[in-house]
């Protein structure tokens, strides 16, 4: 389940990226990215390792 959630943060994170710079299509981008800062932090806070 953390590799999914990793895998998840990543995907998000890279289209953001695409999504900012590509298109700048505005609101949707940035909840994209707020889902993937709040993974990341989630799985920090969980502390296991690949």
């Known amino acids: 389940m953390s590799n999914l959630l990793y895998t998840v943060a990543v995907i998000l994170l890279i289209l953001w990226a695409v999504g900012y710079f590509a298109y700048n299509v505005g609101g949707i981008i ?21």
Not at 36 to 46: M, N, S
């Open 30 to 50: 940035h909840i994209l990215l707020l889902i993937a800062v709040i993974a990341i932090i989630l799985r920090l806070i969980q502390g296991k390792r690949i």
